[in-house]
């Protein structure tokens, strides 16, 4: 289950981080947990023993451009990352982070926000204050029904819930 204000500090990169650097290719046979050792290494080798349980990443122009690998979102929410903010993402990035049940908001001031900034998201309304500045800004807010889906903790946790069934049971 997601919390509906997710509180960390920031990790900022820039444009176009494409799902090769989030997750490597080399590594798409590994277990997920493998796998998430590798997250971001391409731009910042010591990102997943830097990132801790709740921080939020911060990017620029087209985040998640690349290919449709799911895995990418996935090592990011596995390191623990709270929240995805970015000024723009690759479609298929946005959707898949919310089929994994990792937040994603698009913020046109992004990069105001700096790297060890403490920021405080509010999911439902999109209010982001970073801490650090005593400043807000307004994300776009996504609506109720994928709300529903990163609160359940994913698609699959979702339909799950909808159905009546256990996680994984079909």
Known sequence: MVRKVIKGRVWR????INTDIISPGQYMQLPLEEQAKHAMEGIDPQFTSKVKPGDILVAGDNFGSGSS???APLVLKYNGIGAVIARSFARIFYR???NVGLPVLEL???SEIQEGDELEIELITGRIKNLSRDKEYQASSLPEH???V???GGLEAYLAQKLGLKVGSW
Do not use: P, S, V
């Open 150 to 152: 990163i609160e359940a």
């Open 108 to 110: 046109a001031e992004a």
């Open 146 to 148: 994928l709300m529903a």
């Open 96 to 98: 898949n982070a919310i």
């Open 69 to 71: 690998r799911e895995t």
């Open 13 to 16: 990169y820039g444009d176009n």
